[in-house]
């Protein structure tokens, strides 16, 4: 039986495109019909324009039909998270103020290496109003939902890139990740995602939330992913805080993974004295020591790691922060506009603006130190895996699972944020299903500027636990 385009990865694309199997047009066709049968429910774009996409893929056809294409992304369908800048698509946060200008001159660096490549941007993708919490629902675009169980929760804030490309709307898509917001969602729709090391990808605007906020990849394969980082993942003069060109391929990978990583388990992340374990859903953790036993089956090293004691309360620290941003973004509204925002939001605003420098400073002095202790654990250890949640997805019109408090938006995500603050690489791969069918994600963390252990080690697990052709049934 032959595969259906939509199910093809990267390298899959790029060897039919070249070999004259089939072309962008029809592969960007394929994506479109699957965009146009299924996304009412889902609601992953937010923008779609078919006119503009069917353009791009016709171009990238005579490309290649000239052997002029442009890399190895070319004719490749992907899609934008809608707090990423465009400048022939509009970018509306999420929001529903008129305060920001929706409309651009320029594009942000990640979407100008994307076109220097080639590929077909299919739109933008959707978020809660500037990515500020862990769900994806808004007042502009209402919820998006779990391709998998679509009464449930598709996570957020990349919410809308998580759902495409776990539906088969292209097989990559650019998220952000400020507090989790890659991982949690790749966890519940059951793809891959990374979040850098903070300047491995070049930003531009900087995000409101400042140093926490990352750009990354998401993807169903590692490898897309990989490759995907490749291109993205170089300086850019935008942003003066992008590291030096390293030269690295992503999608390289040690053979002899097996023998060489010394690999740490951690259930809790070092976050048992900051958030109530009894919450944890057990059957989470049965799932991923189901898959560890497997991996050491296969030869991996494993062991138990109760390294991580975190000398600050991480949450703390972390909430400073992202309030002081949302205040601060606050300030770029119009007042008249306030009664468009939405009340979680408006929340954060009203606390940020209740700290001060020093309460700033501090909180950063704390997370600094919180950093160094995260170095110190990986002198002794290569990679640390575990839940990347403590739950599995949950109603789709809800900010918090049932038991976790719904004061505090981020009471259900205490393994995703410590590593925004310490800027260390972290990645989720999907690692089993749960008896109801729904994902089970697995984080990945590695020491900063380690990106490449991350995909090193995800390719090794992708390869053992054999997960990436199961699809939602839509």
């Not at 391709?147 to 990559?172: D, R």
């Not at 010394?262 to 004295?273: L, Q």
């Not at 109603?395 to 995703?416: A, R």
Request: net charge neutral; charged share 20%; hydrophobic share 35%.
């Amino acid at each position: 039986m032959t595969k259906e385009l939509y199910k093809h990865t990267v390298l899959e694309l790029n060897k039919g495109y070249s070999e004259k199997v089939f072309s962008p047009l029809e592969a960007t066709k394929e994506t479109i019909k699957k965009i146009k049968t299924h996304d009412e429910v889902l609601n992953a774009f937010v923008f779609f324009d078919e006119e503009h996409v069917l353009k791009q893929a016709n171009e990238s056809k005579k490309r290649y039909d000239n052997k002029m294409q442009r890399g190895f992304l070319d004719g490749v369908p992907i899609s934008i998270k809608d707090l990423i800048v465009t400048n022939d698509m509009p970018t509306y946060r999420g929001s529903l103020t008129t305060s920001l200008p929706a409309h651009a001159n320029y594009d942000a660096p990640v979407v100008k290496k994307l076109k220097e490549q080639g590929a077909i941007i299919l739109g933008k993708t959707a978020s809660p109003e500037f990515g500020h919490k862990g769900t994806t629902q808004s007042l502009r675009t209402g919820k998006t939902n779990n391709p998998w169980n679509t009464s449930l929760n598709s996570g957020g804030s990349s919410g809308g890139s998580c759902v495409a490309v776990a539906s088969g709307f292209g097989p990559l898509s650019i998220g952000t990740d400020g507090g989790g917001s890659i991982r949690i969602p790749c966890s519940f729709c059951g793809v891959f995602g990374h979040k850098p090391t903070f300047g491995k990808i070049p930003a531009y605007p900087i995000s409101p939330f400042g140093t926490i906020a990352n750009l990354g990849p998401i993807s169903r394969t590692v490898t897309d992913s990989a490759i995907l980082m490749n291109s993205i993942a170089t300086p850019d003069s935008l942003d003066w805080h992008s590291l030096p060109l390293e030269s690295v391929d992503y999608s390289l990978y040690d053979r002899d993974l097996r023998k060489n990583f010394n690999v740490g388990y951690s259930r809790f992340w070092g976050m048992e004295k900051y958030f109530n374990v009894s919450l944890m859903d057990g059957e989470i953790l049965k799932k991923i020591e189901e898959s560890i036993f497997l991996l050491t089956k296969n030869g991996l090293q494993v062991k138990e790691c109760d390294l991580i004691e975190w000398p600050h309360n991480p949450l703390e620290i972390f909430m400073i922060m992202w309030q002081v941003g949302a205040a601060n973004l606050a300030r770029k509204i119009n007042k008249n506009d306030f009664d468009k925002l939405e009340p979680t939001f408006l929340n954060f605003i009203e606390k940020g603006n209740q700290y001060n420098i020093f309460d700033l400073m501090d909180a950063e002095a704390k997370r600094a130190e919180n950093a160094l202790h995260i170095k110190k654990v990986f002198s002794e250890i290569d990679a640390i895996i575990g839940p990347t949640l403590p739950v599995l997805a949950f109603n789709s019109s809800q900010n918090v699972p049932k038991g976790f408090s719904e004061d505090d938006l981020f009471s259900w995500l205490p393994f995703t944020y410590p590593f925004n603050l310490t800027k260390n690489p972290a990645c989720n791969i999907n690692a089993n299903f749960s008896s109801t069918g729904l994902p089970v994600g697995m984080q990945i963390v590695a020491d900063i500027y380690k990106d490449k252990t991350c995909f090193e080690l995800a390719f090794l697990i992708e390869n053992v636990l054999d997960l990436t052709n199961y699809w939602p049934n839509l």
